[in-house]
């Protein structure tokens, strides 16, 4: 080996020791998360977070579910990619892990994204973010929790044991990307069978068809979505921001007319990279991207 490949490999040691470690999951419950089948990492939702220093915060805080069927999770291009794009913006970001069918069944899923957004609320002052500044994003199924937990929230447990339940589990908005909306007849199959099992009781997949639950109180919302999406049909998005509109909650939609499912943010694609953008100004527009006060 010559002088030159062993100074080479020294130097490439060196700089990967130098690398500081990219963020760690953290236990939505430390003390093991009720109705656990057991204690591996399927077993554990946590939540990773990607916070913007206090100097360069917003004080705006997202929460970002991946899409997967409810199956399984696509942590990096509808996770951390997603969370660090937020963080440039200066908005702090947190991945869930959320537990997946057949094995876990709503309402499971719900739990641990209402457990998600009221830990993060209940830590806002140490993630340095502002507690009525906590949105949810999600995609595919991950939108499908995401649009769950915008119309099916709670004030907190004042008497609870544990303080994080005493807090809100409402988001104060949503961002719905190529989601899953309805388990009617443009239902993603694949997601209703992991979430609800096979035959569901009709009631609840009625409950559980987000376009039907939207009320007044439903949180400002953003959809993007595809024509050309045969995985989740875009009639789900088009459903939803009816509802909302029909509501009178505030949303903004982007369609565009091609497109395949599953497209992240999209930096290899021409026209739909430039969805992050319109987000970005939905963001800015509410104010979301103004500094803290």
Known sequence: ?????????????ALCAQ???GPKPEPLWPG???????????????????????ARSTGSAVIVAPG??????????????VARWLNSLGVTAFVLQYRLGPKYHHPIELGDAQRAIRTVRSKAAEYHV???????????????????????????????ADPIDRTGSRPDFLV????????????????????????????????????????AQTPPTFLFATTDDHTVPVENSVMFYMALRKAGVPAEMHLYEHGPHGVGL?????????????????????GLLNGAK
């Open 68 to 81: 997967g069927g409810y199956l399984h999770l696509s942590m990096e291009k509808e996770g951390s990619d």
């Open 32 to 54: 093991g998360a009720p109705g656990a089948l057991g204690s591996a990492d399927e077993d554990i939702p946590t939540l990773t977070p990607y916070v913007v220093p206090a």
């Open 130 to 160: 502002m507690p009525d500044r906590i949105g949810m994003m999600g995609f595919s199924a991950g939108g499908h929790l995401t649009s769950t937990a915008g119309t099916h929230f709670d004030a907190g447990d004042a008497h609870a």
């Open 19 to 21: 690398t500081p470690a």
């Open 1 to 13: 080996m010559t002088r030159g490949i062993v100074l080479s490999l020294i130097l490439a040691g």
């Open 176 to 215: 719905l990307c190529y989601a899953v909306i309805s388990f009617g007849p443009f239902a993603h199959n694949g997601s209703k069978r992991a979430l609800l099992g096979d035959n569901p009781d009709p009631k609840l997949v009625e409950l559980l068809s987000n376009e039907l639950q939207v009320t």
């Open 266 to 286: 999209a930096p290899t694609d021409e026209a739909l990279s430039s969805w992050p953008a319109r987000l970005a100004d939905w963001l800015r527009v509410r």
